[in-house]
């Protein structure tokens, strides 16, 4: 059976399964102080004094620190994004110093020699604010004579990215359909808060951290603390999940360095859950103007978007690139001969929005996948007929969207009809009907969603292009071991994706060894000295790929050592199932057994050196796209307003499938996290600037209650732009499941009158909107 | 400082506590069982849960005091003789695990749920763990493997 395709029970489970798994805050070193933070409770103040020597007395205290202390040495925290000419990047103290402009902002920290004392010597702190206007609604902010976040305003940039030619698309187009999309703010919510481990030997430092980024968190703590990049060693061990969250230079990890290197002791820094709502970097929160022009059979003219993004306080490691991200998106896959596109980020009193599950394709995906069923109910056309006639059809491919991408492959028409057959929708488009004519007051409604995003980030040269900071390559190597087992190394960082399991497949497939020959290391700057990391959908498409090419080259060694030991030429061996064989004989040796005498090298042909070992760097040359239909059926009660899930039918296509089971996972959770944005994630700030979603009894991560079991399948249209044909899957879900679900919403009020309902869609809200109606 | 008596996962303890203690502290900070995570501060994401003599109990949100001369398994104690509990075997088989971390909650959970419901059906699993929150797997998975170790649990009582 080959490796790829095969549904292998993860490697990485059984540690997972039995308590031995290594998360940061189970480290414990000799010595180990623990750190905690006092945060601002005001959202926007000028801080006019920090007195910690109430704290320094109390007992097991060793340190207490304000801004000032570290005001020489803490640099500010990079944003590496830089997205135009006109983009203001503020200074970014970790601790602020003269002002703090979010509630949840470290203003002074505590090292104790335990959790609770540490705690308790916070309340020792004093610290007098005087308050300034909090900013808490974008568009106020850009009026004239709003309080400033920043003394530069509020604006953080502006981007605009006009194709084709949208006045004619407008001019006399026969529909011209206007909304308002609010994409509210989210919590990412990782199940395991954030936590950062920090030591040194006088000389070197050592930074354990629940990342997602080792590599790219040790080359900007080098550049931001003035640690040199060979002095520090960036360790993430087993981290509990990520979605972005995790995807961050963050203040509390550059100050437990800074502490380190203060006090010579190692230090421990471990988040509370409201502590981490407070200050882990939120998601989504733009408004999107949309404009969609169109001929009276439905086919789409041209689509005008006007953005406007939260950034929050500060730009962070890539906040102001997300809502580009999804500037290349709101497309679809759909075919146009007119795009404008403009985002305006905006300064709050806020948490700093940045990277959260699909990072901007999410906000343009809901977009425009919402106004294509309001041009369906405009038309009186079925949702799904008005996408048939627009979008990209499978004999097309590649084609050339109007944002200018290469869409390489895909076969929307094979996923909608597959994702029609499981889903029964003439049957329940049947009952919505019957149930309509009823005045049943439990209403059906059927949401649809053909969705298609960009993954695999990404190309260096276009992220060059559009002023990112770094490249998107991915970097991997392959060794065999004297006995014949395989380590592998790779430079991306899974925190629960399964790469130890799915390398191993690739490898096994590859070099044709047993998979439980092979081992898979990660996220440990001094074992995987390379790498960019996971996020995006990348780590397959690009890190997979690297560790297919490292296989490669160590194959074409293993040959040259199969020839002269089997004494024929190169060219007359060949390999199947692990054995090289003279061709035509049964004369072979495995590549194991080829291992074993390459470490030997007693025999070994001229110009060999005695290693069969190589690695590989792999930059893209495209992205992927995979795509996919979603159909949602919801129930919503039109006396309570209580929405419930009745069925939801997702058909992706990620390509060519390394391991089905994962891919599956993945749908789930990506569809589950892409369903609480629609029900019920929100986070919420009051008129002061404070944060009222700080525990998970507030902000709604919902429960297996809360949820139906998804039915999923695959198409598969293999990538053209990679050697093993994946798309990456870790975003798709997240992507697809909210505007089905939203659309499920409003398809089963509209004949009430309602056209929309902003999420995330709660019982108050949809009740409220069925009022508004008049109905 | 109390002095509180404890068994954990079969070994027994004797610990000078402060009254305010947590368990999971206790557990996790002084007795090195770090195989019980803590995921929230509210007792709502349940990551924390142990067995405490027989139930399960949160343990972020009991005090080391109020365990004295208890018995506590943790998800560390289950596997037997290197072989695992007939759960974390359903857990494995039906990939309804990604990071992990809330795993160890996860299946203390289920193995209190089926044993007051040894056959449960896909929706009582839901409404039995909602005390315990996952971000990755969308619960699909979840539910299956719960299901299914259920089945093997009654098969091969543990």
């Known amino acids: ?99 703090v402009r979010y509630v949840g902002e470290a203003v002074a920290c505590v090292v104790a020699t335990d ?54 698309a407008l001019d006399g187009a026969p529909v011209v359909i206007e909304r308002t999309y609010v994409q509210q703010r989210l919590i990412p919510s990782a199940m395991e808060p954030r936590a950062v481990v920090a030591t040194t030997d006088g000389d070197g430092f050592t930074l354990w951290s629940a990342t997602q980024i080792p590599h790219v968190l040790r080359v900007m703590l080098a550049m931001t603390t003035g640690i040199p990049e060979h002095k520090l060693r960036v360790i993430a061990p087993d981290v509990g999940g990520g979605f972005g969250s995790k995807l961050q230079v963050t203040a509390e990890e550059v100050l437990c360095l800074l502490i380190t290197r203060k006090l010579g002791k190692p230090v421990k820094w471990t988040e509370s859950r409201s502590e ?105 056309l079925d949702p799904l007929e008005v996408r048939r006639r627009n979008w990209i059809r499978h004999e097309e491919f ?35 009907a019957d149930r309509r004519d009823r ?52 430079g991306s960082s899974a925190h629960g994706q399964g790469h130890e399991t799915a390398w191993s497949q690739i490898v096994a497939d590859s070099l044709g060894v047993p998979f439980d020959d092979i081992s898979v290391m990660h996220g440990d700057t001094a074992i995987s000295h390379k790498g960019m990391d996971t996020y995006g959908s990348r780590s397959l498409v690009v890190g997979g790929t690297a560790v297919l090419s490292a296989c490669e080259k160590v194959k074409e060694k293993a040959r040259k050592v199969a020839a002269h030991v089997l004494e024929c030429a190169p060219d007359d061996v060949e390999f199947a199932d692990g054995v090289f064989r003279v061709r035509g004989t049964d004369a072979g040796r495995t590549i194991q057994e080829l291992s074993l005498a390459t470490f030997a090298a007693h025999d070994l042909p001229d110009g060999i050196e005695p290693r069969l070992d190589s690695d590989a760097t792999i930059d893209p ?21 209580m929405t419930k899930i009745r069925s939801y039918v997702a058909v992706d296509d990620v390509g060519r499938v390394v391991n089905p089971l994962i891919v599956e996972g993945q749908v789930h959770g990506g569809i589950a996290q892409g369903v609480a944005q629609a029900l019920f994630e929100e986070a919420v700030y009051d008129a002061d600037g404070n944060l009222l979603t700080t525990t998970m009894a507030d902000y709604l991560v919902p429960s297996a209650a809360d949820l139906p079991t998804f039915v999923t399948d695959r198409t598969e249209t293999p990538a053209t732009s990679n050697p093993l044909g994946v798309k990456g899957v870790g975003e798709a879900g997240t992507i697809a499941s909210t505007p089905a679900v939203v659309n499920a919403v409003v398809d089963a009020l509209r004949p009430r009158g309602v056209h929309d309902i902003r999420m995330p869609c709660t019982p108050e809200r949809v009740w409220r909107a069925l009022e508004g109606a008049g109905s | 400082m109390p002095r509180i008596t404890v068994t954990v996962d079969g070994v027994g303890y004797e610990e000078d506590v402060e009254p305010r203690l947590l368990l999971v502290h206790l557990l996790r900070d002084r007795l090195g069982k770090t195989g019980t995570p803590v995921g929230c501060d509210t007792s709502n994401c349940g990551a924390c849960t142990v067995m405490l003599d027989g139930r399960t109990a949160k343990s972020c949100s009991v005090l080391a005091v109020q365990a004295d001369g208890g018995e506590i398994t943790t998800i560390e104690g289950l596997a037997a003789n290197g072989e695992m509990h007939p ?59 719960v299901r299914r170790g259920a089945e093997d649990m009654a098969v091969r009582p543990s």
Not at chain 1, 408 to 413: C, F, L, M, T, V
Not at chain 1, 442 to 461: K, N
Request: glycine share 10%; proline share 6%.
């Open chain 1, 439 to 490: 005045g049943d007051p439990v209403q059906l409604g059927i949401g649809v969603s053909t969705y298609t995003e960009m993954c695999g980030l990404a190309p260096s040269r276009v992220l060059g292009s559009l002023r990112y900071g770094a490249g998107g390559w991915e970097h991997a190597s392959v060794r065999m071991l004297p006995t014949g087992k395989v380590e592998v190394v790779t």
């Open chain 1, 115 to 168: 959790r609770y004392k540490a705690a308790d010597a916070l309340e020792a702190i004093e610290v007098d604010y005087e308050p300034l206007e909090p900013v808490l609604d974008m568009r106020e902010a850009l009026k004239e004579g709003s309080p400033a976040v920043h003394p530069s305003g509020n604006r953080a940039f502006t981007w605009k990215f006009p194709q084709g030619d949208m006045a004619a």
């Open chain 1, 276 to 380: 981490g709502n407070l200050t882990v970097h939120h998601g989504r929160d733009q408004i999107q103007h949309i404009t969609l022009a169109a001929e009276a059979d439905g086919r789409i003219r041209g689509l005008r978007v006007n953005l406007l993004a939260d950034m929050g306080a500060y730009l962070m490691l890539v906040t102001p690139g997300v809502p580009l991200l999804g500037a290349f998106m709101f497309n679809g896959i759909y075919k146009m001969d007119a795009y404008e596109f403009g985002c305006t980020g905006v300064f709050t009193t806020k948490m700093p929005t940045d990277a959260y599950r699909g990072a901007g394709r999410p906000e343009a995906t809901y977009a425009i996948e919402r106004v294509m069923d309001e041009l369906a109910a405009e038309l009186g």
């Open chain 1, 398 to 432: 590649p084609y050339t969207t109007i944002a200018t991408l290469t869409y390489d492959s895909g076969n929307y028409e094979a996923a909608t009809d597959r994702a029609l057959t499981l889903f029964g929708y003439e049957e329940l488009r049947a009952e919505q």
């Open chain 2, 87 to 145: 759960m974390q075997r359903a857990f494995h088989e039906e990939h309804a695990l990604q990071c992990g971390y809330c795993t160890p909650g996860m299946v203390m959970a289920a193995i209190d749920l089926v044993r007051e419901d040894p056959h449960p059906s896909e929706e009582a699993v839901r409404e039995g763990l909602e005390g315990n929150l996952c971000r990755c797997t969308g619960y699909c998975n979840i539910v299956r493997a």
């Open chain 1, 621 to 641: 040359e495209n992205f992927s796209y995979p795509h996919g239909t979603h159909l949602c059926a919801v129930e919503v009660d039109t006396e309570t307003g």
């Open chain 1, 1 to 99: 059976m080959s490796e790829l395709g095969r549904p292998r029970r993860r490697k990485e489970d059984r540690r997972l399964l039995t308590g031995r798994t290594q998360w940061t805050d189970n480290l414990q070193l000799p010595g180990m102080a623990y750190v905690a933070f006092l945060r601002s409770p005001m959202a926007h103040a000028r801080i006019t004094r920090v007195d910690v020597s109430g704290a320094r007395t109390l007992p097991g205290v060793l340190a207490a620190f304000s801004g000032e202390d570290f005001a020489g040495e803490q640099g500010s925290l990079p944003c590496a994004w830089p997205v135009s000419d006109d983009v203001v990047i503020p200074e970014h103290p970790p601790m602020a110093i003269s002002e």
